[in-house]
């Protein structure tokens, strides 16, 4: 074999490898990009349950305020006890002595 046919055959299979490198390099960052955007599409999922969490506390605890005041105003010796119960809100109302 002559230099100049090692050299073609050196340089075309330089060249195959160089473009087999590229398609697998840009299908890699394809299949990270989808990956990242997967990620990011659950995490605003996530950000929008924890605002409505936010937002349904912060009704309870207004809820909450109002009947606690609505109760005093009947009888002021007569408080609720707000406990949290297993996840669940359990109002207990007593006389305070």
Known sequence: MSTITTKCLLSEASQ?????????????????????????????????????????IKTMEKDLKYIKNEVFKLDPSFIPVINLINKDILIEAKYVK
């Open 16 to 56: 195959q490898l160089r473009q087999e490198l590229g398609k697998f390099s840009n299908n890699h960052l394809v299949q990270v990009n989808k990956e990242i955007n997967q990620i990011s599409s659950g995490l605003s999922k996530i950000d929008n349950n924890v605002e409505n969490v936010r937002d349904n």
